[in-house]
């Protein structure tokens, strides 16, 4: 296929080295920054730059914060062969995934959006690589009525740069479960480093510590992007999980240890089933 990649940071420039270590495709990156074009083109992550002309393309993968990647699609969706597929890999479905899906209907053309389960501390290009996506899991989020053909398309191509297990599931529910997998964990880690502790860590912390304060260097524009369109799943998750930290807080306020260790086994034996359940299923 004729890709083209539309934003060349952590993920678009990770997906263009992918696509060049692991298939043949011919891949064309485009970025608002020509000296991220003329770096990828020099490490061999593109075949070409973007030069402007849309037509050609089996395939557009926009790789932009939410915001953008919407507005870039509206000023551009009309310029695309119709034969094109346009996917998106913003960690957003739901209402964004609605309003880009009636845009590609209204100028023919098709639309499914996906969303790699990858990442790492520090966006752009420089911190992109091509083994970012080994066996990271994929999402692919289309509707009731998109192709089965795009869909088995989307399936191929994340398993050749390296997919894990790939869930197809509605946009809506993506959402619902980002926010817990993904959104509320960044939350976390965000509060989590507000200790006037923080800077006195060193030489005191161990896995646990780097574990729970990896994400809180998080660009803070594209998460509140993502948590604001997810407000609603993004909030009840939030709510339940301050519920039950209270209880903790209570257990400790009243020195009850007996309901501490509760507290304690209860989460235990809950991840303990939930490993179980991780270890039988299939990729």
């Not at 970012?132 to 869909?151: G, M, R, T």
């Not at 894990?164 to 509605?170: D, L, M, Q």
């Not at 369109?229 to 998750?237: A, V």
Request: proline fraction near 2%; charged fraction near 25%; charge should be negative.
């Amino acid at each position: 296929m004729k890709i083209l990649v539309v934003g060349l940071g952590l993920i678009g420039g990770s997906i263009c080295k992918a696509l060049k270590k692991y298939t043949s495709h011919f891949v064309v990156g485009c970025d608002l920054n020509h000296d991220i074009e003329y770096s990828a083109l020099r490490d061999v992550a593109i075949d070409k730059e973007f030069d402007g002309n849309f037509t050609g393309f089996d395939l557009v993968i926009v790789s932009l914060f939410p915001d953008s990647a919407e507005k870039y699609l509206i000023e551009n969706i009309g310029r695309f062969d119709k034969s094109t597929l346009i996917t998106d890999v913003c960690g957003i479905k739901g209402r964004f995934s609605e309003r880009v899906k009636k845009l590609t209907a209204d100028n023919n053309m098709r639309y499914v959006g996906i969303h790699p389960m990858a990442g790492k501390e520090f966006g752009g290009y420089h911190n992109s690589s091509a083994d970012l996506f080994q066996k990271a899991n994929f999402i692919i989020a289309p509707f009731e009525d998109s192709e089965e053909n795009d869909i088995a398309l989307l399936k191929s191509l994340v398993r050749e740069i390296g997919a894990g297990k790939i869930v197809v599931t509605t946009p809506e529910n993506h959402d619902k479960m980002i926010a817990y997998t993904s959104q509320l964990a960044h939350i976390v880690s965000s509060a989590y480093v507000k200790s006037p502790e923080l800077d006195l860590e060193c030489g005191f912390s161990g896995g646990s510590f780097q574990d729970m304060t990896r994400i809180a260097t998080m660009n803070e524009k594209m998460w509140t992007d993502l948590f604001m369109q997810n407000r609603e799943n993004l909030l009840f998750e939030l709510e339940v999980l301050i519920s039950n930290l209270n209880k903790y807080s209570e257990a400790l306020k009243n020195a009850d240890s007996d309901e501490m260790l509760n507290l304690i086994a209860e989460g235990r034996r809950l991840k303990e089933e939930n490993l179980r359940h991780r270890q039988g299923q299939p990729n």
